[in-house]
């Protein structure tokens, strides 16, 4: 049992004891070679939400390690593990092989341009497995249940569209203003040729409370915004009722005349 934590599902909050209780990775374990799976963080998850999703989690694998911007230990993943997982996977190896597309990038920013391909990925795949990633992180940090929505932004997305020039340049711009914004946050993490985290939180009027970046094998970023949900407590509404009742008995007024009014306490 964790010490630390509450031994509750990281996800869906439930109560875990010794026999439902089980160890999640964040993030997944299969991002790190054997000699850097060390001090990793884990959060308590229940069974279904620790493998229910191992798909999503592969699918995120393959297409981060198979990045041109990945490191050595990155590529070093991308040909012991993805590479072979889209091979077993025979419709898999159809959709990426039928979307492929020859694209030249300045790898090494020396204006030489060099061949390589890109890939239409499953987006439903990699956001759930991202967002479940992001919610492990909160977990970890404020040791509670995140309840609110996540929106994600993929750092290393490309446009291949007929205005994928103007996209293309808008995206570079983004890249550069997001390793700005972040460039004096805290990097957080073991294991940081692997993987490590950020995080910021936001001003109020922007529409998210917080900001968590994830960096992968040094080169591929993924940045998402954080809206945690109001909550009310039951003791605010207790204690607004109590006092609504007291100035009735003030005023000896009839409860029927009194517009029924209840105040309550928004926390986060």
Do not use: W
Not at 1 to 28: A, D, F, R
Not at 248 to 261: G, M, Q, R, S
């Amino acid at each position: 049992m964790y010490q630390h934590l509450p031994n509750i599902c990281y996800e869906c909050g439930i109560l875990l004891n010794q026999e439902s209780l089980t160890k999640e990775h964040v993030p997944p374990k299969c991002f790190f070679p054997k000699n850097d799976n060390f001090s990793l963080i884990t959060v308590p998850s229940c069974i279904e939400h620790n493998g229910g999703k191992s798909s999503d989690d592969e699918h995120l694998l393959q297409i981060i390690s198979l990045q041109i911007l990945a490191n050595e230990k990155g590529q070093n993943i991308a040909t012991s593990k993805a590479v072979k997982g889209i091979l077993r996977n025979k419709k898999r190896t159809k959709s990426l092989a039928s979307n492929a597309t020859l694209v030249y990038v300045d790898e090494e920013k020396t204006g030489q341009l060099k061949p390589t391909f890109a890939f239409k990925f499953d987006e439903f795949k990699l956001n759930n497995s991202v967002s479940s990633i992001c919610k492990g992180l909160y977990y970890h940090e404020f040791h509670k249940v995140f309840n609110g929505n996540i929106e994600i932004y993929n750092e290393f997305q490309i446009s291949l569209d007929d205005d994928s020039i103007n996209k293309n340049q808008e995206y570079e711009k983004n890249r550069i203003l997001i390793k700005k914004n972040f460039s004096d946050v805290e990097r957080k993490g073991k294991n940081q040729e692997i993987f490590y985290y950020q995080i910021m939180k936001l001003p109020k009027g922007l529409g998210f409370s917080l900001a968590i970046r994830l960096c992968f094998y040094e080169g591929i970023g993924i940045l998402a915004f954080l809206q945690e949900k109001k909550e009310f407590k039951l003791n605010a509404i207790t204690c607004a009722l109590d006092l609504l009742h007291k100035s009735l008995l003030a005023f000896d007024t009839p409860l029927t005349k009194v517009n029924k009014t209840v105040l309550l306490q928004e926390v986060y």
